[in-house]
């Protein structure tokens, strides 16, 4: 609870992986992938409770052995159309209402309880009724473009981008899929995160924002987390 305000995580949890089969069960550093988010929301000053949400019994059983509470998810919300905001809707429906949900993502293991908190407060210092992680791009999208089948780059860049050193242009910010926070009212009325208004960015850095969709960021992963040990 953070200022009379009570807050409920959802780590929505499919068993269902192509890119990275039963990843979020995987062995990550000594425990499983999804035990991070878990232990993460747990550990949060204003999180009231942390559920899993799932259609995987070894995945609510894992989830329930590190903390989480554990709602069954019915198999036509776990299919491949379905989308996170109708595991998170049923979820928000299962339980008493709560006045902000926190979406954490079982992929983003290297975010941390910190990370959460200075989220919430954000949210608070801006009143508002959203927030978002974000980080800061790898690469500028302006030296980017598209290719038609000639894969000719006639006109690729810009003459301004052209002649400017990466480091002189502007920023730019993705998002991260770490933390996603909404006032619940609106979240069921607009039915997603990305609110039309009041909504702001948490910046988090880019060591922290590693998302898990395949084996190379599984082992980035890894690797981050063992040199943080050393």
């Known amino acids: 609870m953070h200022k009379e305000k009570t807050f409920l995580a959802i780590i929505p949890a499919r068993g269902g992986s192509k890119r990275l089969p039963r990843k979020n069960i995987l062995d990550l550093n000594g425990k499983p992938l999804i035990a991070w988010s878990i232990e993460a929301g747990l550990k949060s000053k ?48 299962s339980l008493k209402k709560y006045n ?43 030296w980017s473009n598209t290719l ?22 502007e920023k730019y910010y993705r998002l991260n899929g770490a933390i996603y926070i ?10 997603s995160f990305f609110l039309e208004d009041n909504i702001f960015a948490y910046a988090m850095d880019r060591e922290s924002s590693v998302d898990i969709d395949d084996a190379i960021d599984f082992k980035l992963a890894q690797s981050i987390i063992k040199d943080k040990e050393i």
């Open 100 to 142: 902000y949900v926190v979406l954490l993502q079982a992929t983003s293991p290297l975010r941390d309880s910190k990370h959460i908190d200075e989220a919430i407060d954000l949210l608070e210092q801006k009143d508002a009724d959203a927030v978002v992680s974000v980080c800061e791009m790898e690469h500028s999208p302006l």
């Open 46 to 93: 204003y999180i009231d409770k942390v559920v899993v949400s799932s259609d995987d019994n070894e995945i609510l059983e894992v989830s329930q052995k590190f903390g989480a509470d554990v709602i069954v998810r019915p198999l036509e919300l776990a299919s491949d159309t379905a989308t996170t905001f109708d595991a998170i809707e049923h979820t928000i429906k």
């Open 182 to 191: 909404c006032k619940t009212e609106r979240l069921l009325e607009e039915k």
């Open 148 to 169: 038609d089948e000639t894969r000719s780059m006639k006109g690729f860049l810009s003459d301004e981008v052209l002649n400017k050193r990466s480091q002189d242009l």
